[in-house]
């Protein structure tokens, strides 16, 4: 069965780093783009950034730029988001998501996902 599992969600103080991994079961990420997203309740969800897998990674919003790392590991099946200087407003369900592809579009919501995890829950106090 096809499917992508995000983990590494914790409760944090601000100020600290974590690290999330998606990893895909069924198949591997060679060929695909790997996509990572946030949402709050009652809010819409927020593109974080578009990795072509073997390529590289575009990060979108200006909120994480420079505080968010993408990188693979040495099997094909895991990538990584860290994020580095959490604050209480990076406090939100994280998902990965995936699907056959090798270009990310310059801005959040332009490519498609069929394959999304349940999520993984990050918590940042102040």
């Known amino acids: 069965q096809v499917q992508v599992a995000e983990s590494g969600g914790d409760t944090v103080q601000a100020g600290d780093s974590l690290r999330l991994s998606c990893t895909a079961s069924?198949?591997?990420?060679?060929?695909?783009?790997v996509g990572w997203f946030r949402q709050v309740p009652g809010k819409e969800r927020e593109g974080l950034s578009c990795?072509?897998?073997?390529?590289?990674?575009?990060i979108y919003p200006e909120s994480v730029s420079g505080r968010v790392t993408i990188y693979r590991s040495n099997t094909q099946s895991t990538l990584y988001l860290k994020m580095n200087s959490l604050k209480p407003e990076d406090t939100a369900m994280y998902f990965c998501?995936?699907?056959?592809?090798?270009?990310?579009?310059?801005?959040?919501?332009?490519?498609?996902?069929?394959?999304w995890g349940q999520g993984t829950q990050i918590n940042v106090t102040s």
């Open positions: 998501a995936a699907s056959p592809g090798n270009y990310c579009g310059p801005r959040p919501g332009q490519n498609a996902y069929n394959y």
């Open positions: 990795t072509v897998w073997g390529a590289g990674s575009k």
């Open positions: 069924g198949f591997s990420f060679a060929g695909y783009i």
